[in-house]
């Protein structure tokens, strides 16, 4: 139940998703140029995921790795608009939300088969936790980067 092998070629994916996650940038009330950047974002989470899935076929590593690069892209296009970082993170990670495993999960469930329904929560949540990660570690070096630029800063000031 992977999503890579899904669609018949990388490009119909890429721009499907870009498509998709544009249409819930502006169902999310981002606006202007966001909408542009959100997008872009969107397309750069699936290319990742898409390359890193190809080279190590797995979803947690792929997931993380992906959820790491638009975390960071967040970061950068929250400075460089002055817009909070959520506006270019919410959007953009939607390719890789675990989607598919909830409903399989769900369907495993309504069917009484704990096998599926087992198999597709672990997968479930494994990814949720591949995200999450992601996340935690741009926010660890953005937040260690910010002390040592005001280490700097204060550092510069004294010697002044």
Known sequence: FNMAPMSPSVLVQLISSTIACTGF???????GKQVVYSSIGAFICWGVYVIVYHYNPSNFYA???ASIVIAGYAQIMARVNKAPATVFLTAPIFPVIPGAQLYWMMYGLALGDNHMAKTQ???????CLAIALGFMII???NKYLSLLWNRIRRSGRKTA
Do not use: C, Y
């Open 63 to 65: 997931t993380m790795v």
């Open 25 to 31: 940038a502006l169902w999310f009330n981002i606006r």
């Open 121 to 127: 929560g672990i997968d479930l949540i494994v990814t």
């Open 139 to 141: 926010e660890i070096f």
